[in-house]
């Protein structure tokens, strides 16, 4: 995709700070960091989303992303960290090119996780159902 920054990083037409690199995958630092030491992890090849990137290298990128991860908990000395993926604008997505989040967390860092909820009476079992039967 033509006007992709996360291509034009692949590309090296715009500088990142590269952690991992290899034929399929490029890893470098989040410029607006949750906390130091965030890295995005992306396909090399343009996808939008998480349901867009083929199996195969979808499981290039996840032994990536979990290799980065060790690193950057020995690194950051975090004492945990998060993976994450926001897919389409609704869910948070701001670039439109696939890619990771790992996060280093600290015991005091003060991030929360999202607000929960909960399910009505009876609730669950149609809602399992429908996602079981959109399964391909």
């Known amino acids: 995709m033509a006007d992709c920054i996360f291509c034009k990083i692949v590309k090296k037409e715009i500088p990142s700070s590269t952690v991992y690199e290899n034929k399929?995958?490029?890893?470098?630092?989040?410029?607006?960091?949750?906390?130091?030491?965030?890295?995005?992890?992306?396909?090399?090849?343009?996808?939008?989303?998480?349901?867009d990137i083929p199996d195969e290298l979808l499981a290039d990128v996840i032994k990536a992303t979990k290799k980065i991860a060790k690193s950057v908990m020995k690194a950051m000395r975090a004492d945990g960290f998060n993976v994450g993926m926001n897919n389409?604008?609704?869910?948070?997505?701001?670039?439109?090119?696939?890619?990771?989040?790992i996060i280093p967390r600290f015991s005091n860092d003060g991030l929360k996780l999202w607000a929960q909820g909960s399910y009505q009476e009876g609730e669950m079992k149609p809602i399992a159902e429908s996602i079981k039967k959109n399964i391909a």
């Open 88 to 101: 389409y604008k609704a869910a948070g997505q701001l670039v439109p090119h696939a890619h990771f989040h």
């Open 24 to 51: 399929k995958v490029l890893a470098f630092l989040d410029i607006y960091p949750v906390n130091k030491g965030h890295v995005l992890i992306i396909p090399k090849k343009h996808y939008d989303t998480l349901t």
